[in-house]
């Protein structure tokens, strides 16, 4: 019991000093105002906020989030085939496609898709 306890606490200072250590040598000693502030999409945080930015990158930002999000709810479709009702399960999948269809024709017809402007 004493020989478990005293490699316990030899564990535990080995391990201290190992964080001590990594902490110490990765420390940068360089500051620089780019590296310092913060990354926010590209926009340069020291300066005004009321600039104004491309609509283009908002409206790619919310196509990717949408086809994300599709991604998120196609995939769990797949992996309850096998425990579902087969003719309920086929009528959910044909409308959830459908639903992403006509949105994609919707963004394809207003022109969201032409990343060449």
């Known amino acids: 019991m004493f020989s478990i306890s005293i490699m316990m606490f030899i564990l535990i200072i080995i391990t201290s000093?190992?964080?001590?250590?990594?902490?110490?040598?990765?420390?940068?000693s360089l500051t620089d105002r780019e590296k310092c502030s913060p990354f926010e999409c590209g926009f340069?945080?020291?300066s005004s906020s009321r600039l104004p930015f491309s609509l283009r990158f908002f409206l790619i930002t919310i196509i990717f989030l949408i086809f994300d999000v599709e991604i998120a709810l196609i995939l769990p479709?797949?992996?309850?085939?096998?425990?579902?009702?087969?003719f309920m399960w086929t009528i959910t999948s044909i409308v959830f496609i459908i639903i992403l269809i006509?949105?994609?024709?919707?963004?394809?017809?207003?022109?969201?898709?032409?990343?060449?402007?």
């Open 77 to 86: 479709m797949i992996l309850i085939i096998s425990i579902s009702n087969i």
């Open 102 to 117: 006509i949105g994609l024709y919707h963004e394809w017809n207003q022109g969201m898709l032409n990343w060449s402007n």
């Open 17 to 28: 000093v190992v964080m001590a250590l990594a902490s110490i040598l990765s420390k940068k």
């Open 44 to 46: 340069d945080p020291k």
